[in-house]
């Protein structure tokens, strides 16, 4: 077994710092290394558990996820617990506040200049606490004390695991999920809000079974190798939200790629590429997809559908590159002078290379006085080799 933690971006009063962890052996060695790191970076305590639901879980995990199963079996021997007790929830479950804003595409081999494909998302999330965004949506005094934003320690996580494939990804605030990641097979996958104009508050009813809103993605990198198997998978899955739903922009290095979402009630929707660029934001992309046809955006929209009619111009042709993805991205980033009522900001801005199988990112560290973002220089992760492991 191998962990290695480096800091690789922010200091002093930057708004985040940014931790990359390395971590290789067994998947139980890997679950004990990022429980311990979970504590230590968040505090974590395994939450309490029905034993019912808990005794379910790890059946279907075994069924379905045996990867996140050993992760928590190594999280359990971390922190002295029995998982077979079924006391306790041996992973860290969050949910996405609604009223965050992601923009991501797909560039396939047939669209670039050098026939390599990327996909690209900006993280555009809220820079309070969790208590102060609670007020801010409520209505209710501002809190007083000094606790960190939601946002504010993310880590690149690099896993490569003796049983699967490896990975490298990005996770916010928990370390069992990610936000956007890509494993050894140029598979990729990104998360994203999917509805910001539902008005329905979501169900937070705790870890059920099945795969939560972020460790789906986590899911995919661990056991599909191309998107049409992703799309098997997830038909398969037992799946459900904690906080607002998600979508999914998925996508391999063969020009394969897809949005899943699912309707209210549960439907599930497959919206495929058309061969060229594959463009999501905040709506559902199955009901508005054409950006020529799109609703007009308000106050609570995020500005979801300018977002995706901007990204989906500057994603036109034959002639795309990594560059032109970065500059589509950039074109849409969330700063200060961005119309919304919310505290957002563009936390960071990720661009995959699926041939070459590596992760460049840039991250947020704060406004400069003049209101323009300050960024970390982009650092480029690869995953691991296979044959070098």
């Not at 900006?122 to 801010?136: E, G, R, V």
């Not at 007083?144 to 916010?172: F, K, N, Q, Y």
């Not at 937070?204 to 795969?211: D, H």
Request: glycine residues 8%; contains cysteine; negative net charge.
């Amino acid at each position: 077994m191998s962990v290695t933690t480096e800091t690789i971006a922010g200091w002093g009063t930057d708004f985040m710092t940014v931790h990359h962890v390395t971590a290789s052996g067994s998947q139980a060695d890997i679950g004990r290394a990022l429980a311990l790191r979970a504590r230590l970076a968040y505090g974590w305590t395994p939450a309490p558990a029905d034993r019912a639901t808990a005794r379910a879980r790890r059946a279907w995990f075994a069924r379905h996820w045996p990867q996140h199963l050993e992760r928590m079996r190594g999280a359990g021997r971390a922190l002295g617990v029995d998982i077979e007790a079924d006391e306790v929830h041996l992973d860290g479950l969050t949910g996405v506040p609604t009223g965050s804003a992601c923009s991501a595409g797909y560039y396939p081999p047939a669209t670039t200049l050098d026939g390599r494909p990327f996909l690209g998302r900006n993280y555009d999330f809220f820079t309070t606490s969790a208590t102060a965004l609670f007020a801010l949506v409520s209505g209710s005094p501002a809190p007083d004390g000094d606790e960190p934003p939601m946002s504010s320690r993310p880590h690149v996580l690099t896993c490569a695991p003796d049983d699967g494939p490896a990975t490298t990804l990005i996770t916010m605030n928990e370390l069992d999920g990610c936000m956007e990641g890509i494993n050894e097979h140029g598979l990729a996958v990104a998360l994203l809000l999917a509805d910001v104009e539902s008005t329905s508050a979501p169900d937070v009813a705790g870890p059920q079974v099945g795969l939560s809103s972020t460790q789906l993605p986590r899911f995919l990198l661990d056991t599909c190798a191309s998107a049409a198997q992703a799309v098997d998978a997830l038909l398969g899955a037992k799946q459900y939200d904690l906080g607002a739903p998600l979508h999914y922009l998925v996508a391999d290095r063969s020009g394969d790629a897809f949005v899943w979402e699912r309707g209210p009630g549960g439907d599930e929707h497959v919206v495929r590429s058309d061969g060229g660029a594959l463009c999501v934001t905040n709506h559902p992309l199955r009901r508005h997809r054409d950006p020529a046809d799109l609703p007009a955006d308000n106050p609570e929209t995020a500005l979801t559908y300018q977002r995706y009619r901007t990204i989906s111009e500057r994603s036109q042709g034959t002639d795309l590159s990594g560059e032109r993805m970065r500059e589509a991205l950039d074109a849409v980033q969330v700063d200060s002078t961005t119309d919304t009522p919310y505290p957002l900001r563009t936390l960071w801005r990720t661009v995959f290379d699926l041939e070459r199988t590596t992760m460049a990112t840039r991250f947020y560290l704060g406004d400069a006085p003049d209101g323009t973002p300050r960024h970390s220089p982009e650092r480029e992760f690869a995953v691991p080799v296979p044959h070098l492991r």
